[in-house]
């Protein structure tokens, strides 16, 4: 076993403090996920992003998807609502 003297999951949360929220009340379909981390790679062009189950504050029962900047955030949160996914 390895042990790692960093946590890499709260470093890329760092890097990426933008964040887009989705909240949905049934589970995920396997062409929704599909349509979903399409969609995160065309609006973040080459960068990084984050996908994680929210657990705290706001984020509980939702989907974030965190960017390195506030315009990818707001384009995807904007993609949320127009896509009714």
Not at 48 to 75: M, P, S, W
């Amino acid at each position: 076993m390895v042990r790692r003297s960093t946590n890499a999951f709260a470093a890329m949360q760092r890097r990426l403090p933008h964040k887009a929220l989705l909240h949905r009340e049934g589970p995920f379909r396997r062409v929704d996920s599909e349509e979903l981390e399409a969609a995160c790679r065309r609006i973040a062009d080459g960068a990084e992003h984050l996908t994680y189950a929210g657990g705290r504050g706001a984020e509980i029962d939702c989907k974030v998807i965190c960017f390195n900047t506030a315009e990818k955030a707001q384009a995807m949160q904007a993609w949320i609502a127009e896509s009714g996914i």
